[in-house]
Structures are given as structure tokens and as C-alpha cells.
């Protein structure tokens, strides 16, 4: 089999992503870019032949929805003061989301028994090494900090839970199942998606600035790495993987 090039628009993107990655984070460029290369030159060993995306309308028509109502909880919660929160609670707020997306899933048919769930040995490695060269940099830092073994376990089952899950299932899953499905070419949806996923993370800010506008490049590149694992492998596990292993530090 033979590796796929990048099309001129994901090139495209790519550039610009780093274009604007190296003015607000110069340290990361490099990785981002080594770790890319990676992606492409292990693309046969990812890759699936044996299983097909499914596409539907309807898993878009089920992105607009969850999205939006992502996007309102998300507001409110930006002027809700979460301290005082019992543990329960807390733990409460990571249920609703995987609740939420499956129940609105539901109106439109879309089941998450729709998705591939596989991850083979080889894609496991594969997505550790991607995530060692993604995140090289931090992985550097965080030998000055004191936290423990432990610490990052539970901070990994927890982003696994969420946000991961409930980001690959909408991100990767419904909005790339539902663009393909409108004949779209896999290069522009996995641009399309990754565009929305890094715009999305400004929600979180109260307070917007060009630094956080261009450092949004950062959320849409690993949106792109997400995606095209994704269309590589057919399945959201592999994606899930990664996600929760780049938020656990």
C-alpha cells in the first residue's frame, strides 16, 4: 500500500496552523510538526481496510443539536461557581454530558453502537508515539513537578471519561460521520471539524484576546491529528486514547 499525501488543503491548514502555533507557542511547532510525519509515515499501519465509516445525515442533523446545547450549558456554566461542590456532584457533572449526547443521539437513531470501538496493537503504539511527540515538550517540564504516579492515573480515568469520550463521539464521530455523508471529501471534513473543535475551546474563556484567538491553531492542529486518526483507523477508540492522554498532562 502506498502512503496518501497530504491534499493541497490540508497542506494548507497545516500551514497555517503553524504559522500561527510558532507566534504564540514557538516550543511546540517543532513537535507538532515531527509528530505529524509520524502520522503519515505509520498511515498503512493505521489504517483499516476491512471496516467502512457509516455515513449518515443524520449523525450531523445529531451534531447540530448536541452542539448547541453543549454550547449553552457551556455559557451558563461559565458563571457558575463550582467550589463548593460536593464530590458527588462533580461527579454527577462529568455523567450528564455522555447522558445527554447518547438520549439526543437517540432522536435522530444515532446509537454509539454506530462506531467502530476496535483498537489493534499496532494503532495502540502507534497513538502512544504520537502522543510522546505531541507532547515532548510538557512531557520535559513535568519532571520539575512533584505529583505522583497515582495522581496522573486518576487525572487519566477521569479525561477519559470526560472530555474525551464525549468530544470524539461528537467531534469525530458524529460531525465527520455526518459530513461524508453529504459527500464531502475526507480531507475538507476532518478541516471542517477540527475548525469548529478549536474554535469551540474559547467558549471557556471570560476574557477574549488575539493571543487566545491564534493559540486556538493549537486546539484545531490536534483536532486534525484526532480526525485523521480517526478516518485512518474507522474507530473512536484509538482517538479516545490520545485525547485522554494529552489532557491528563
Known amino acids: 500500500m502506498k502512503i496518501k499525501r497530504l491534499s493541497f488543503m490540508e497542506l494548507a491548514f497545516i500551514s497555517v496552523c503553524m504559522i500561527f502555533i510558532f507566534l504564540v507557542r514557538t516550543k511546540y511547532a517543532l513537535p507538532f510538526i515531527v509528530s505529524l510525519l509520524g502520522l503519515i509515515v505509520f498511515e ?8 467502512e465509516i457509516k455515513k ?10 448536541v452542539f448547541f446545547v453543549y454550547m449553552v450549558i457551556q455559557i451558563i456554566a461559565n458563571f457558575v461557581n463550582t467550589d463548593h461542590y460536593t464530590l458527588n456532584q462533580l ?6 454530558p455522555l447522558t445527554m449526547t447518547i ?3 437517540y432522536l435522530f437513531k444515532v446509537r454509539l453502537n454506530d462506531f467502530n470501538w476496535d483498537i489493534t496493537t499496532k494503532s495502540f503504539f502507534i497513538v502512544v508515539m504520537i502522543f510522546i511527540l505531541l507532547e515532548s515538550v510538557t512531557i520535559v517540564d513535568l ?17 477519559l471519561f470526560y472530555p474525551s469520550v464525549i468530544e470524539e463521539v461528537l467531534f469525530r464521530g458524529f460531525f465527520i460521520n455526518g459530513l461524508l455523508a453529504f459527500h464531502i471529501r475526507e480531507d475538507k471534513a476532518n478541516i471542517f471539524q477540527s475548525i469548529i473543535f478549536g474554535i469551540v475551546h474559547i467558549i471557556g474563556y471570560k ?13 484545531m492542529f490536534i483536532g486534525f491529528i484526532f480526525g485523521k486518526i480517526y ?5 473512536l477508540t484509538p482517538c479516545i486514547l490520545l485525547h485522554a492522554l494529552i489532557d491528563t498532562i
Open 143 to 159: 519532571q520539575t513537578e512533584s505529583n505522583t504516579i497515582s495522581f496522573y492515573i486518576k487525572n487519566f480515568i477521569q479525561k
Open 44 to 51: 498503512n499501519q493505521l489504517t483499516n481496510y476491512k471496516v
Open 231 to 235: 478516518i485512518q483507523t474507522k474507530s
Open 207 to 219: 476574557e477574549i484576546s488575539i493571543g487566545i484567538i491564534l493559540s486556538t491553531c493549537i486546539q
Open 103 to 105: 438520549l439526543l443521539g
Open 91 to 96: 461527579r454527577l457533572s462529568f455523567q450528564v
Open 56 to 65: 449518515e445525515k443524520n449523525f450531523l442533523y445529531a451534531f447540530i443539536l
